[in-house]
């Protein structure tokens, strides 16, 4: 029942901004955890950053600790990941995933979340 959107994903030069959301749709659970992944051409799908269902904990991969930040708006639960200086590096599809459960720990794998996004391309140039 549960979907979940994501949007904002674009093409950018190095150094540049994006800000990605995240919009549940259908029915929704304002305690829900949500994190985001990525994968790039070739690699694994990747941890990115993750929020607890408060908004009080958040957690970020080494890679994009102070360039990333993930929030939670009031809106059906939107969560966004405001991406700066971005890198090439930092080219994947950006996926969005929620926790049904109200976790106070953010989860750092994939097989903790139970829904996904069909995820948004973000492509960084050099």
């Known amino acids: 029942q549960v979907q979940l959107v994501e949007s904002g994903g674009g093409l950018v030069q190095a150094g540049g901004s994006l800000r990605l959301s995240c919009a549940p749709s259908?029915?929704?659970?304002?305690?829900?955890?949500m994190g985001w992944f990525r994968q790039a051409p070739g690699k694994e799908r990747e941890f990115v950053a993750g929020?607890?269902?408060?908004?009080?904990?958040?957690v970020y991969a080494d890679s994009v600790k102070g360039r990333f930040t993930i929030s939670r708006g009031n809106a059906k639960n939107t969560v966004y990941l405001q991406m700066n200086s971005l890198k090439p590096e930092d080219t994947a599809v950006y996926y969005c995933?929620?926790?049904?459960?109200?976790?106070?720990?953010?989860?750092?794998?994939?097989?903790?979340?139970?829904?996904w996004g069909q995820g948004t391309q973000v492509t960084v140039s050099s």
């Open positions: 995933a929620a926790r049904a459960a109200p976790y106070r720990v953010v989860a750092t794998l994939q097989n903790a979340y139970d829904y």
């Open positions: 929020i607890s269902w408060n908004g009080g904990n958040t």
């Open positions: 259908g029915p929704t659970f304002s305690s829900y955890a």
